[in-house]
């Protein structure tokens, strides 16, 4: 079946320090991919659907500046949280759609700001 | 607006006993209903779906599925409870547009004792 590799699993970091988490569809081609944010025991809640070779659709309330999302190829997408703050700390988890597949995900990346 | 409702927080069950997670919903056009698991800090994993078809379907780990559309269900079923069952369950609904990101419910705790 589809897989789709996020890295890292964990990362710590300073604050006002840049992350960037990515996320790779290793044997299909995902023209669509999703980012979503989860806090602890939550929901996941959709930041933005990523398209390769156009800009990111972000939803309602989330920064664009701060969540920088590069969908450079049909197999990477990369979320870049700029400037972090301890508030950004949070559970980030990619999801690529596939005509074959359907919906895969990533296995999260936990960001902790310090 | 697509919606999804799990009603419970969490559901504890004993070892070998049947259990249910529910989950209604609300869409436009026909149903594209998910189900997905979640480990501590780890990605999602797929359970199973419901597109079209019987009513009744059947995943992994054991776990079903029944789709109800006079009551707008897609309650999660099986019938001998394991304690590693235990985790956190989300139920999806694909909006009607193709490709577009998967909105999930608040997500229930299964606990299973032993």
């Known amino acids: 079946g589809a897989v789709v590799s996020q890295h890292p699993s964990r990362v710590i970091c300073k604050s006002g320090t840049s992350v960037k988490i990515e996320c790779r569809s290793l044997?299909?081609?995902?023209?669509?991919m999703f980012w979503y944010r989860q806090f602890p025991k939550q929901s996941l809640m959709l930041m933005a659907t990523?398209?390769?070779?156009?800009?990111?659709?972000?939803e309602q309330g989330v920064e664009k500046d701060k969540f920088l999302i590069n969908h450079a190829s049909l197999t990477l997408s990369t979320l870049t949280v700029t400037s972090a703050h301890p508030e950004d700390s949070s559970f980030y988890i990619c999801?690529?759609?596939?005509?074959?597949?359907?919906?895969?995900f990533g296995s999260g990346t936990r960001l902790t700001v310090v | 607006a697509q919606s999804v409702a799990q009603p419970e927080d969490q559901v504890n069950v004993a070892e070998g006993n049947p259990l249910t997670v529910k989950c209604t919903y609300s869409?436009?056009?026909?149903?594209?209903l998910f189900w997905y698991v979640q480990y501590p800090n780890r990605g999602l994993q797929f359970l199973l779906k419901?597109?079209?078809?019987?009513?009744l379907v059947k995943g992994s780990y054991g776990f079903e599925a029944e789709f109800n559309k006079s009551q707008t269900s897609f309650h999660l079923k099986k019938p001998s409870a394991l304690v590693s069952d235990s985790a956190l369950y989300f139920c999806?609904?694909?909006?009607?547009?193709?490709?577009?990101?998967?909105?999930f419910g608040k997500g229930t705790t299964l606990s299973v004792s032993s």
């Open positions: 999801s690529a759609v596939d005509s074959n597949y359907g919906y895969t």
């Open positions: 999806a609904v694909r909006p009607s547009e193709a490709g577009t990101a998967l909105i």
């Open positions: 419901y597109i079209t078809g019987d009513n």
């Open positions: 869409v436009s056009g026909n149903p594209y």
């Open positions: 990523s398209n390769e070779g156009s800009k990111a659709t972000y």
């Open positions: 044997d299909f081609q995902a023209t669509t």
